[in-house]
């Protein structure tokens, strides 16, 4: 059978700890939560650390909390399966709760966390195979290799960001908490990412994902619908996460402000100014969704290194999109 | 049927407690002291030449007690005595990616793991091979020497009639192309072996195998044992589904490095090395061409199957014939000619999966019929009823068909389905579809030559009253422990749960040729059916003696063996096996089964025929989505003709469990390679190998058609296979209904759907498939007159035609 690799397995007691162990011991050192991304990766080595930091069980990455401001903060640690069933997160917030309830399947989601997925590896059927078998190929430019099998001329790795959480944390405009032996800080979930393969994430290799800020729920809207192949289980290979804030005048009022996100195309997920302008300033209607949804699906460039043929997954922008936005109407 | 007290009841299965509890040992639960662990370095290219390889680095590592190459074992094996062509680790050259080279054994699995990356292996790559197209056009480098011809492995043709005649004859003549992809049979249990040599010199193999019997012989032969010291016990297996019916290259290694260390050593292949065993369904590119009457009666068929075999022969050849054999039991037929071949490409090798060898051809058919119904404008299951192969008749290749409940079977589930009300009448994106099908009982002929029964039990009677029964049948999920004890339960009158069951042991149970070809309950069953009423005749003839009633009236129920005059006058079945050992000594009693004869004696007759067929129909209701292509089955009505149920439940879960998996076929599954870096296979992994979950599979109504078949145990029939195959185009067939599109290429994506879908709205031909056919170059067919031409199942010289 395929077993872990040895590694030396930290449990810092405090949040403190966690940071200065993987400040000394740097790119030998990875964290794990509930380990559903890491350790297969690691069975399979395309991840290869020497050390593991256990960080799930951390204080300051517990709960779901609401600020003075409105606002709400979620801690990273918590699993999926929590994020997934909290009442007033599926009152205030239906569409992360949704992206988390669609994350793998029950169990994964119930170690699985927040924190976990919004850092996710990016994937690529090239890239999440045992090192047997992407030695058949010589490998690949995210690991071993000095290749993108997906695009040979590719000076980048294009491995596709699979996350479900993340569209809904951009779209939402969601502040990502992070802690290094440096201080903490926050960063908007816009620009956490990055599109690129291998340095998907702009933070620090150092910095710990404590949890997320989310604004107050006060009259807009979102929404997060997930294509895969099976109704469980799968990574998605779209996303699409919208969030619309309409003027006074109920259901019929122009939209005043929109944010798209196309998730699971690229390697980051890309947030869409041309499918919102074509909502704003109009009421959301069968004709501004269809506009959005030609938008989306120009932006669109899915590569093959996921499930189902690339044409089918960019004509799938279109119907997704609508389905995203129709979930708004009302 | 009522007067059963075990047979047709829904009783649990017998080991089915210790399989909730999670008790039972499967091969990789199995811990021996000392035991060591085995890993085996396999090939990373296709094709290629195997020069040095050393081992010598990996066995300096502490911890790494011994290893083995090529040379090591260099004598072949192979299921089939006609294709002895693989190597326990390769000898000469590899032949695909995942092809084992070398085997290291260690003291835990890392240390064995992090050893076979220092091997140092020598190989000299070889063009490679990847598709049915390529492997005729390329007959150089040969994957094998042996075989047709270039990188043909199999050839066959047979003709049963003229059928240019018959299409001369009919008033409407169709061809159609189909494609149907290969699959694997995806078992939750990955395989698992573990060795054990004894100090005076004896080999012991656990494995999970389909057929102990079958890897025995293997070792023997590999191994140059004699048989009689080698013990081989099959573990319970965790679906099998026919990818673990061939003898493995790891059964043999660890058997080898057991005899060579004198320890315990196992080995569990990982996920991806079982994408690398496969033997699963081959892919098959067919062309079916049939002239039909007006009213759909079929006056000729020319069915042709390329099939893709990957890198050994394993089953090959069985498939080849299949691919072409059991299109004659369903509907008429009046004259057939069939023409097949097997290809070696650079992949794992195909064998037998769930149908083996006819889910493909029945797909293609079927679906064929469906187009022959509408170009007729006829009703698809009209056409079918009214075209039916009589019960108790040969077929134009031969095959002796017995009970025949498939008209049952249809008019079920056209009256559950509602059929009449919505074939062609569903709004568009809604549709259905019928489809039907039929299968072995088992093989009529072993796979090695032999007179010899196919399957046997024995019968141990103890004086306490307990019953034990001995058989070589391995349990793979389906129930097959369980039957022996209900049909042994229901002659001796006895609770089955109170029967000890020991199966699929070399050393203790007579031979059963293993848990494939839907074989295990008609012929175990009919061998433990011998065996049980021998102790029972034994015991009358005590209890009788005892009683002073005359041993024909004795009467077995409820634990009690009684005069039928007067329950009340009798004993305790313990009592009467006292009795019985009393007069007779050691009650032991065996049972055997060899199936009856079959018509045909041509080459190539011996695949096909079976003791009774099994016949299904399957009508399928999906959802299309036309907008994104997505099919998603609403429900499936399937009706089974069963024979007679031993145990309704145990049916009713294989005809469940066939449905889902020929949905998975249908819809997603496909073994699929990148042949463009290397042949790779593209998603070996149960997270990207996509398959079906609870969410995709679908309500299933089930009807079980019983008919009683003189030649099964208590007119039983097999359902462990024929379910899967109607599921497959009936689906397709549903899907035409619904949005209108012809899908001839299996699995049915969304992607093939929607294309489909635009195609037929810009006004272009609505289908997707294949559009050509690589002629190999075919042999003079055998021909046989069918036996309405006065044929006697013998071929004759072809006739000379003029001009």
């Known amino acids: 059978m395929l077993r872990l690799p040895n590694f030396h397995y930290h449990v810092p007691e405090s949040l403190a700890e966690a940071v200065r162990i993987k400040k000394d011991l740097g790119p030998l050192a990875m964290f794990v939560a509930g380990g559903t991304d890491l350790y297969p990766k690691m069975k399979r080595r395309q991840q290869e650390p020497h050390h593991v930091v256990q960080i799930g069980h951390l204080e300051e990455l517990q709960g779901v909390r609401r600020l003075d401001d409105g606002s709400c903060r979620i801690g990273a640690g918590i699993t999926l399966t929590t994020l997934a069933g909290d009442t007033t997160l599926k009152r205030d917030y239906p569409a992360l709760a949704e992206a988390a309830h669609l994350?793998?399947?029950?169990?994964?989601?119930?170690?699985?966390?927040?924190?976990?997925?919004?850092?996710?590896?990016?994937?690529?059927?090239?890239?999440?195979?045992?090192?047997?078998?992407?030695?058949?190929?010589?490998?690949?430019?995210?690991?071993?290799?000095?290749?993108?099998w997906v695009a040979r001329s590719s000076p980048k790795c294009l491995a596709v960001t699979s996350t479900d959480t993340a569209p809904v944390a951009i779209a939402l405009a969601a502040e990502i908490e992070l802690v290094s032996t440096r201080g903490d800080r926050t960063v908007p979930a816009g620009d956490f990412y990055s599109n690129d393969g291998i340095r998907y994430l702009t933070k620090d290799p150092d910095e710990l994902v404590t949890g997320i800020?989310?604004?107050?729920?006060?009259?807009?809207?979102?929404?997060?619908?997930?294509?895969?192949?099976?109704?469980?289980?799968?990574?998605?290979?779209?996303?699409?996460?919208?969030?619309?804030?309409?003027?006074?005048?109920?259901?019929?009022?122009?939209?005043?402000?929109a944010r798209i996100v196309l998730g699971a195309v690229f390697s980051e997920p890309v947030l869409a100014p041309e499918a919102a302008d074509a909502l704003i300033g109009r009421p959301l209607s069968t004709e501004t969704i269809s506009d959005a949804a030609d938008a989306m699906y120009k932006l669109a460039k899915p590569m093959d290194n996921t499930d189902f043929l690339l044409s089918w997954r960019k004509e799938m922008v279109k119907p997704y999109t609508k389905k995203a936005l129709e979930k708004l109407i009302g | 049927m009522?007067?059963?007290?075990?047979?047709?009841?829904?009783?649990?299965?017998?080991?089915?407690?210790?399989?909730?509890?999670?008790k039972t040992l499967f091969a990789d639960d199995l811990i021996k002291p000392r035991m060591l662990f085995c890993k085996l370095l396999r090939s990373h290219i296709p094709h290629g030449t195997v020069g040095k390889v050393d081992i010598g680095p990996a066995l300096a590592m502490p911890g790494v007690i011994a290893g083995l190459i090529g040379e090591d074992l260099p004598t072949t094996f192979g299921i089939l005595p006609?294709?002895?062509?693989?190597?326990?680790?390769?000898?000469?050259?590899?032949?695909?990616?995942?092809?084992?080279?070398?085997?290291?054994?260690?003291?835990?699995?890392?240390?064995?793991?992090?050893?076979?990356?220092?091997?140092?292996?020598?190989?000299?790559?070889?063009?490679?091979?990847?598709?049915?197209?390529?492997?005729?056009?390329?007959?150089?480098?040969?994957?094998?020497?042996?075989?047709?011809?270039?990188?043909?492995?199999?050839?066959?043709?047979?003709?049963f009639g003229d059928v240019e005649e018959g299409f001369a004859e009919a008033d409407h003549v169709r061809e159609d192309m189909v494609f149907f992809e290969g699959n694997?049979?995806?078992?939750?249990?990955?395989?698992?072996?573990?060795?054990?040599?004894?100090?005076?010199?004896?080999?012991?193999?656990?494995?999970?195998?389909?057929?102990?019997?079958?890897?025995?012989?293997?070792?023997?032969?590999?191994?140059?044992?004699?048989?009689?010291?080698?013990?081989?016990?099959?573990?319970?297996?965790?679906?099998?589904?026919?990818?673990?019916?061939d003898p493995f290259n790891h059964e043999i290694v660890v058997a080898e490095l057991a005899r060579r260390t004198g320890r315990p050593v196992k080995i569990t292949l990982t996920r991806e090395e079982v994408f690398y065993c496969h033997r699963g369904r081959h892919p098959i590119l067919m062309r079916v061409k049939s002239g039909v009457k007006k009213d759909g009666s079929i006056t000729g068929m020319h069915f042709q199957s390329l099939l893709d075999g990957g890198g050994y022969g394993s089953y090959g050849v069985a498939s080849t014939f299949y691919s072409g054999a059991l299109q004659t039991v369903t509907y008429n037929i009046k004259r057939y000619k069939f023409d097949g071949a097997r290809m070696f490409t650079n992949k794992p090798p195909c064998g037998p999966k769930r149908g083996h060898g006819t889910p493909q051809p029945r797909h293609a058919l079927e679906v064929h019929l469906d187009k022959i119904a509408e170009d007729l404008h006829l009703d698809p299951a009209e056409m079918r009823l009214n075209n039916l192969v009589p019960p108790d008749s040969v077929t134009a290749n031969y095959l002796k068909v017995g009970t025949m409940g498939l008209g049952k079977c249809i008019e079920k589930v056209i009256e559950g389905s509602g059929w009449k009300e919505k074939h062609r009448k569903m709004p568009h994106g809604r549709g259905i579809g019928i489809a039907c099908s039929s299968y072995l009982s088992g093989a009529g002929l072993p796979i090695y030559w032999n007179s010899m029964p196919h399957s046997g039990v024995m019968l141990k009677l103890d004086r306490g009253g307990g019953v034990a029964v001995f058989c070589g049948s391995i349990d793979i999920g389906q129930g097959s422990d369980s039957v022996l004890a209900y049909v042994v339960a229901e002659v001796l009158g006895i609770d089955p749960f109170d029967i000890r069951v020991v199966t699929a042991d070399t050393d203790l149970t007579p031979v059963d040729l293993g848990s494939y070809s839907s074989r295990v309950t008609l012929m175990s069953g009919n061998a433990a059916l011998q065996a049980a009423e021998k102790a029972r005749e034994l015991l009358a003839q005590a209890a009788a003696e005892k009683l002073e009633v005359p041993s024909g009236e004795i009467v077995f129920?409820?634990?009690?063996?009684?005069?039928?005059?007067?329950?009340?006058?009798?004993?305790?079945?313990?009592?009467?096996?006292?009795?019985?050992?009393?007069?007779?000594?050691?009650?032991?009693?065996?049972?055997?089964?060899?199936?009856?004869?079959?018509?045909?004696?041509?080459?190539?007759?011996?695949?096909?025929?079976?003791?009774?067929?099994?016949?299904?129909?399957?009508?399928?209701?999906?959802?299309?989505?036309?907008?994104?292509?997505i099919v998603s089955a609403r429900k499936i009505w399937i009706g089974h003709d069963i024979g007679q149920s031993i145990n309704p439940m145990l049916v009713i879960g294989q005809v469940e469990g066939g449905v889902y998996m020929g949905l998975g076929e249908a819809l997603m599954e496909e073994m699929a390679y990148r042949d463009r870096v290397n042949i790779v296979h593209?998603?070996?992994?149960?997270?990207?190998?996509?398959?079906?979950?609870?969410?995709?599979?679908?309500?299933?109504?089930?009807?079980?058609?019983?008919?009683?078949?003189?030649?099964?145990?208590?007119?039983?029939?097999?359902?462990?296979?024929?379910?899967?195959?109607?599921?497959?185009?009936?689906?397709?067939?549903?899907?035409?209904?619904?949005?209108?599109?012809?899908?001839?290429?299996?699995?049915?994506?969304?992607?093939?759907?929607?294309?489909?879908?635009?195609?037929?709205?810009?006004?272009?031909?609505?289908?997707?498939?294949?559009?050509?056919?690589?002629?190999?170059?075919?042999?003079?067919?055998?021909?046989?007159?069918?036996?309405?031409?006065?044929?006697?199942?013998?071929?004759?010289?072809?006739?000379e035609v003029a001009g």
């Open chain 1, 103 to 148: 994350v793998a399947s029950p169990q994964l989601r119930n170690v699985g966390t927040l924190g976990g997925n919004l850092c996710l590896d990016t994937r690529c059927n090239y890239y999440d195979q045992t090192y047997e078998w992407r030695k058949g190929i010589s490998f690949c430019l995210k690991k071993d290799g000095d290749t993108c």
């Open chain 1, 213 to 257: 800020r989310l604004p107050p729920p006060n009259g807009w809207r979102s929404s997060y619908v997930k294509l895969r192949r099976r109704g469980t289980f799968d990574f998605p290979v779209l996303g699409i996460a919208a969030w619309i804030r309409r003027g006074d005048g109920g259901t019929d009022a122009p939209v005043e402000e």
């Open chain 2, 2 to 22: 009522s007067e059963y007290r075990v047979i047709g009841k829904p009783l649990r299965k017998v080991d089915a407690t210790d399989k909730v509890l999670g």
């Open chain 2, 82 to 159: 006609i294709s002895q062509d693989e190597h326990a680790l390769a000898l000469d050259k590899v032949r695909f990616v995942g092809d084992p080279i070398a085997a290291i054994v260690a003291e835990d699995e890392e240390t064995a793991e992090a050893a076979i990356h220092l091997i140092q292996a020598e190989l000299e790559p070889l063009d490679s091979i990847s598709s049915i197209d390529q492997a005729i056009r390329t007959p150089e480098p040969r994957i094998h020497d042996y075989g047709a011809y270039g990188n043909i492995h199999k050839l066959v043709n047979l003709e």
């Open chain 2, 184 to 245: 694997t049979h995806l078992p939750i249990e990955q395989h698992a072996s573990l060795a054990d040599w004894s100090p005076d010199g004896k080999l012991t193999l656990w494995s999970s195998t389909q057929t102990p019997h079958y890897v025995h012989k293997a070792l023997a032969r590999v191994l140059g044992m004699p048989a009689a010291r080698i013990r081989v016990i099959a573990c319970p297996n965790g679906g099998g589904f026919g990818g673990k019916s």
């Open chain 2, 557 to 629: 129920a409820d634990g009690r063996v009684f005069w039928a005059s007067d329950p009340e006058k009798g004993m305790s079945f313990a009592k009467a096996v006292v009795a019985a050992e009393s007069k007779f000594g050691t009650i032991g009693t065996v049972g055997s089964y060899t199936p009856p004869r079959s018509p045909g004696q041509y080459k190539g007759a011996g695949v096909g025929p079976s003791p009774a067929y099994s016949y299904s129909a399957a009508i399928a209701e999906v959802d299309v989505d036309p907008e994104t292509g």
């Open chain 2, 682 to 799: 593209k998603t070996p992994s149960m997270l990207d190998y996509k398959s079906p979950t609870t969410h995709e599979m679908c309500e299933v109504e089930t009807y079980l058609v019983e008919d009683p078949d003189p030649n099964g145990p208590f007119g039983a029939k097999e359902v462990g296979q024929g379910p899967l195959l109607p599921t497959i185009p009936a689906i397709a067939n549903a899907v035409y209904d619904a949005v209108g599109v012809r899908i001839d290429e299996v699995p049915i994506t969304p992607e093939k759907v929607l294309r489909a879908i635009r195609a037929k709205e810009k006004g272009k031909d609505p289908r997707i498939g294949p559009t050509k056919f690589p002629e190999p170059e075919w042999s003079e067919p055998l021909v046989v007159p069918p036996p309405w031409e006065g044929g006697d199942g013998k071929p004759v010289e072809k006739k």
